[in-house]
């Protein structure tokens, strides 16, 4: 079973940076589709990014296009959220997940099999 670990949350300021990331253990990422989402107070679990079990191919939220950029280094067998520009809205809690094999990049958090147990980002105006 995969555990995955999220880390590199933390409070800023608007227009600043963060790093998000998601070690692994248990199985090599290169074998499952990643993916980032998040959830802020009294909303749903919403997708924010997706890379491909490939490497090739990333998908994001119309929210996160051109600010946010997830990798992943097979290396050290961990997924990154690179977070630019951060607005207040960006705040919530964020989650790695895993599908359970070789899919497609999917928005719909039922489609993940394995969950991390989440980081606070608190982005502040």
């Known amino acids: 079973q995969v555990q995955l670990v999220e880390s590199g949350g933390g409070l800023v300021q608007a227009g600043g940076s963060l790093r998000l990331s998601c070690a692994a253990s248990?199985?090599?990422?290169?074998?499952?589709?990643m993916g980032w989402f998040r959830q802020a107070p009294g909303t749903e679990r919403e997708f924010v990014a997706g890379?491909?079990?490939?490497?090739?191919?990333?998908d994001y939220a119309d929210s996160a296009k051109g600010r946010f950029t997830i990798s992943r280094d097979t290396t050290k067998n961990t997924v990154y959220l690179n977070m630019n520009t951060l607005k207040p809205e960006d705040t919530a809690v964020y989650y790695c997940?895993?599908?359970?094999?070789?899919?497609?990049?999917?928005?719909?958090?039922?489609?993940?099999?394995?969950w991390g147990q989440g980081t606070q980002v608190t982005v502040s105006s």
């Open positions: 997940a895993r599908r359970s094999g070789r899919f497609v990049i999917s928005h719909i958090p039922r489609n993940y099999a394995d």
């Open positions: 890379i491909l079990w490939s490497g090739d191919i990333t």
């Open positions: 248990g199985d090599t990422i290169s074998n499952y589709t």
